[in-house]
């Protein structure tokens, strides 16, 4: 898969819902209930970071939701790709880009979602034809301000911001014409999720698919 048909792929996952969950999940029994729970609320693409010991099993688990679209999360190595494809994960997210990861990922024809955080790196994966990205971490690199300054001269990327995003300033980011979704983990607090508060999670996820972009 070359770059531009990734970043085609990438660009219909985050055009399903203005949020994309991202998930830090401890244990695997708690997979595909919180799934159902944020598909029901409808958000559909769910981004599992490889952040816990479980988060291989938590995405073979969630990948067997119906109307799920789950992805991997914190992407770092060439190995990171290959597990999180042969997991089920039907997409990709990485804090930054190396050479090696994108090679990686276009090889396994995974779409991605490549981290940026300055014009120079949006401009690099630009150069090799990732045209949607991720900004991270968002709200530390000055926030919606930041992403509509970079994305001023550079209007043929979009942006997928992460990091430091709330359902307080969401809107702030989907109100710029270079965002289609912003990434969030307000939408699955780990109390809720310990406590199997699924009714509760479902809630939020519908209080943030109902956000306007």
């Known amino acids: ?120 790196e949006a401009m690099a994966l630009l150069e090799r034809g990732y045209t949607v990205q991720k900004f991270f971490p968002a709200e530390a690199n000055g926030g919606a301000p930041a992403l509509k300054a970079i994305g001023a001269p550079l209007p043929q990327i979009r942006f997928c911001p992460t990091g430091g995003v709330s359902l307080k300033n969401a809107p702030d980011y989907l109100g710029l014409s270079n965002t289609l979704c912003v990434g969030g983990s307000w939408v699955a607090p780990q109390d809720k999720v310990e406590a199997g508060d699924w009714d509760g999670i479902t809630e939020l996820a519908r209080e943030a698919a109902a956000l306007a972009r």
């Open 1 to 120: 898969m070359n770059p531009s048909q990734a970043s085609a792929q990438a660009e219909q996952i985050c055009r399903l819902a203005p949020v994309i969950p991202v998930l830090v999940v401890h244990d695997p029994a708690h997979a595909a209930p919180l799934a159902r729970a944020l598909v029901a609320g409808g958000l559909p693409a769910l981004e599992v970071t490889l952040r816990t010991p479980a988060a291989l099993e938590v995405i073979a688990e969630m990948a067997t939701v119906e109307g799920g679209t789950v992805g991997a999360g914190t992407l770092l190595t060439p190995a990171d790709v290959s597990a999180a494809v042969k997991a089920g994960a039907r997409f990709g997210v990485s804090p930054g880009s190396t050479a090696k990861l994108l090679d990686a990922a276009e090889e396994a024809e995974l779409p991605m979602l490549p981290g940026a955080a300055t014009s120079t």
